[in-house]
């Protein structure tokens, strides 16, 4: 009898066991109790246990949030409930995830917001649009941008080359290739001045000026020894960060001692307490504790992260 050998994904708990046995060509992580997985080129929903709550009937599908999914069938995008019942029929182009009360949706080429009964909030106008951040959201009409409120009427006329969300209070925008920020009254806070430049946060934004990335303030001034302050950042994961030492990867602290000896040559961060290492290019995915040792070796073709202590593998099972 002639087998076959095919990748196929499962989940696992904190010990590396399999709770719900590799048999799917596609996973994602649990949300409100339910996962979308895919066998046969359709995407259902699976519970915890690994039983099939919602059949496997839908082109795609989408996390539940809220209590609703975004799913497609027919090459349309609508929204069921956890019974895998339409709320909101598959009538659109395209849609996102509802998010406080409002999902985008795109309809003759046209993107809009629509409520959680299937209601236009803001009607499909739009070339293009963001989410709304601090009340507000920037669109593209008739080739230029502008912001709308949660009605859709303009806040701020389109008259910018691009346009990015607000953040902490202002928007970064763009007019003849260069970049300046704006406040919700639409007002010029500061200049266009900078080549390249991103949204603040944490009442800081950083700049490029000439060939140089700095810092700068809400009101455009420059903040000292930011340039080396950019060079340097370091995102921490659970007190964590990787460094790289020739061609390993180790873990250290924040105070710069290193916890984990460089000797992966691919690390990932911690999440729940164990990070997805592999000690060669090619080798398999394992798991470690924050001290470094195998929390279980390397078993896994490819390895997420842990979630509500349960990650998604992928091995190589014969059929």
Same mark, same amino acid.
């Given at each position: ?40 080129? *359709? ?8 039983? *099939? ?267």
């Amino acid at each position: 009898m002639k087998t076959e050998k095919k990748l196929l994904w499962g989940y696992i708990d904190r010990t590396g066991q399999f709770i719900i046995d590799p048999q799917f060509e596609g996973t994602a992580d649990f949300s409100e109790g339910l996962a979308v997985v895919r066998k046969d080129y *359709l995407s259902g929903y699976i519970d915890r246990a690994g039983t *099939l709550q919602i059949p496997f009937r839908f082109q795609s599908a989408d996390d539940f949030h809220d209590g609703m999914a975004r799913v497609m069938v027919d090459d349309k995008w609508g929204f069921i409930d956890a019974t895998g019942n339409f709320i909101i029929p598959p009538e659109f182009e395209k849609a996102e995830k509802f998010i406080d009360g409002l999902a985008k949706v795109m309809t003759d080429g046209k993107y809009g917001f629509i409520n959680r009964n299937g209601e236009y909030s803001v009607e499909p106008l739009f070339e293009y649009m963001g989410d709304f951040h601090e009340g507000l959201a920037w669109v593209k009409y008739d080739g230029k941008y502008g912001y709308v409120d949660a009605s859709g009427k303009f806040a701020i006329e389109p008259q910018f080359e691009n346009a990015n969300d607000f953040s902490d209070g202002l928007a970064l925008v763009r007019n003849n290739n260069l970049c300046g920020y704006i406040n919700p009254q639409g007002e010029t806070v500061i200049p266009f001045e900078y080549k390249a430049a991103c949204d603040f946060t944490d009442g800081k934004a950083r700049v490029k000026i000439d060939r140089d990335w700095i810092f700068i303030d809400k009101s455009g001034r420059i903040l000292p020894d930011t340039y080396s302050e950019f060079q340097q950042a370091t995102t921490y994961h659970e007190g964590l960060t990787t460094f790289l030492e020739g061609d390993k990867v180790g873990y250290k602290d924040e105070s710069g001692e290193v916890v984990i000896p460089p000797k992966y040559a691919l690390a990932e961060p911690f999440c729940e307490g164990l990070a997805r290492v592999a000690t060669g290019q090619r080798s398999k995915w394992g798991y470690i504790d924050r001290t470094g040792q195998w929390a279980f070796k390397q078993k896994f073709t490819q390895a997420m992260d842990f979630h509500d202590g349960i990650a998604r593998v992928l091995t190589e099972e014969t059929l």
